[in-house]
């Protein structure tokens, strides 16, 4: 702490804390690095940040704080909200327990004078602390917490975090969606008032706004300055991007709570999920370049172990589960060179359709006579591990468990279905119980490497909070009984991707949608924040199950590599000539995929979006690189513009070379560019990312894998 101002710097960023006297601390600055200030100079910094006194306003510099609100005169978003009055606090304490780490701790009432005397039901009111911690990346984390010290019961309607922009931050950028369409971009400019997402599903949605962007004008994948804010939490949330006619604009956000569903009774505490924020000078990828270490490193995963190739059974086989038949699968599956087998939906006690079974995590003796064992047998002889779907946060009123138990039911019998189904309410001790119960029985009978874990409909009612944290608990309680288990998070797909779940999960399931032009776009902007080896990347069937669409084998090849690649297809009706394929494209996967699982990702900003465009992963030394060259639709030109190639060492030279995947893209064209007639070119890194290569004439929804490699 420099004279109650503190300056947490890291990667070339930095934020200035101002928690001089006894008022509630502030931000003066978050963004580029301000430099080693010496005590004095950070003195002279906080005195030239005060704003004007502006004319029919408060008779003070305004200033928004960590916990702003009205008695502060800030008429925006309050960060505090359910008691009435509004409570007023003061800071009592100022931790630092790292260098780039502070807890703040105010407690309720105004200050009279030093940081531990406050007046005013200090000793019988809330207190609240805050926790901001910059990481070496430059990530900053914010989290409160509101504990009742009072004799009172306390209503909580919302505890919001937020961080100011600076104005010439003038447009935002976040997301929306569908199922099977998530997290497609919306850019509009940062005009007075509020910009506020809203998530009320129980999970984040299929239109999780995700991450929530503020940049200067024309910001994009390499150019620009961003200011970006994530919520790390799998329930309701909000993200809000606001701007005051007093000139002040921040960013931020916080869990959504419904009125009266949580109020803190003596002695009680509720802590906030971690608000993640990074600031970048390099555009969009300069944030992925922050937020993807800092998302390594919250995974249980460890980084050295190899993601495995995997098939999925769900659209090869769907409810038809047949011993035969998928030992048949399993066969086909390790011969091209596939490294774990997961069992979908319908391996369950009458689990023949999608209205019935939820809640009975037992095997179906019908299906099933021998148990699970002959099929795990078999594909552990084949060399191969296993994986398992479950759906353990629901239940079907047409199963043993509602019939026994309908109080376990959220809601009741005539409370609307979704996909069939209700909600198990895991927030009741006996169901969770329950469900933790059977799916232990299963990991100890059964040698299951890896779950599965699906969420197939919105909560629709009872506590997302409560419901939220007992499905934490659940993860966290079965990877304690079973370490080295796995786990996917799906949620309808994309229903659930978030830092707060995978900071329990290996992989999330990024969409239901296997057709590669609508993944392709779910990619470009999943990969904002998830490394590509946490989201799965499967190799569908030529005809998208869920768009009717068919593309070529070389287009599924290419979009599904970068990612944790896997197959989502009958390779038993697969001919010959496309299982040697895949063979091959499953060899250039384990070729590559020590780059892509630790490289850093990048995209070029293309003149033509919605027709072509580029992305890639470059090792962290720089001396390799997997590009792909993404033809989404027909250019404007007959020839387009040589394509660049960013994110390489300007001072190397490199090779770049087609990468056979197991089936060449369709070209439009009399003659290639002679440089890919001849195999490959070298040229420096300088070269390929200002004036790049002419690549050959891609058909509209093809895609070209193109290896660049120090010479």
Sequence with gaps: MTSGLIHLRAAGSSVLLDARGTEVPAVLHWGADLGALTPAEAVAFAESQVPAVGPSSIDVPLRPSLLAGLAEGWSGRPSLTGAFPAPVFALADVEEPSPNAVRFTLSQGRASGGLAAVADRASEGLRVTLDLDLTADGVLRMRAAVHNDGAAPTPLASLDLALPLPGRAREILDFSGRWPRERQPQRRELAHGTWLRETRHGRPGHDDPFVMMAGTPGFGFRSGEVWA????????????????????????????????????????????????????????????????????????????????????????????????????????????????????????????????????????????????????????????????????????????????????????????????????????????????????????????????????????????????????????????????????????????????????????????????????????????????????????????????????????????????????????????????????????????????????????????????????????????????VVSVGSTRDAVPAPTVFPGLDPALHYRVTPVDLGAAPRFLQDAPPPWFAAGSVVASGRSLAVAGLPMPLLAPEEALVLHVEVV
């Design 229 to 628: 804010v994530h919520l790390a939490w799998s329930g309701d949330k909000q993200l809000f991007a606001e701007a005051q006619a007093t000139g002040q604009q921040r960013l931020g956000g916080g869990e959504l709570l419904e009125p009266g569903e949580l109020v803190l009774g003596p002695g009680e505490s509720y802590e906030s999920p971690w608000l993640v924020a990074a600031w970048s000078s390099a555009g969009i990828d300069g944030l992925t370049a922050r937020l993807h270490p800092f998302a390594r490193s919250l995974s249980p995963t460890d980084p050295a172990v190899p993601r495995k190739v995997l098939l999925n059974t769900w659209e090869a086989v769907y409810f038809d589960h047949s011993e035969s038949r998928l030992l048949e699968l399993a066969d086909t599956a390790a011969a091209a060179g596939v490294e774990r087998f997961v069992l979908d939906d319908g391996w369950m006690l009458g689990r023949t359709d999608d209205r019935r079974a939820l809640g009975d995590w037992v095997v179906d003796p019908v299906k099933w006579p021998r148990g699970l064992h002959p099929l795990i047998d078999h594909v552990h002889a084949l060399g191969m591990d296993f994986g398992l779907w479950v759906e353990p946060e629901m239940v079907s009123l047409d199963s043993e468990t509602a019939r026994v138990h309908p109080e376990w039911v959220l809601g009741d019998a005539s409370s609307l279905t979704w996909r069939h189904q209700h909600v198990l309410d895991l927030a009741n001790p006996a169901a969770f119980a329950h469900v933790l119960g059977q799916l232990s029985a299963l990991l100890d009978e059964y040698d299951i490497a890896y779950l599965k874990w699906d969420q197939n409909r919105d909560q629709l009612g009872g506590s997302a909070h409560l419901q939220t944290l007992a499905t934490y608990r659940l993860m966290d309680e079965l990877r304690a009984r079973f370490p080295g288990l796995e786990i996917e998070s799906c949620s309808s797909g994309g229903g659930r991707v978030d830092l707060g779940v995978l900071t329990r999960v290996d992989r999330v399931w990024p969409s239901d949608t296997n057709d590669p032009l609508e993944r392709q776009a779910i990619y470009r902007w999943t990969s904002l924040l998830v490394p590509p080896e946490y989201f799965g990347a499967h190799l569908g069937a030529a005809t998208a199950h869920t768009t009717g669409r068919t593309h070529s084998l070389a287009f599924r090849f290419a979009t599904a590599l970068f990612g944790h690649a896997g197959i989502e297809w009958d390779l038993t009706r697969a001919t010959d000539a496309e299982r040697a394929a895949v063979v091959r494209w499953i060899a250039a996967y384990k070729r590559f995929r020590g780059v892509l699982h630790s490289g850093v990702v990048v995209r070029g900003d293309s003149p033509e979006p919605s027709a072509r465009f580029v992305h890639g992963v470059v090792a962290p030394d720089r001396a390799s690189a997997l590009f792909a």
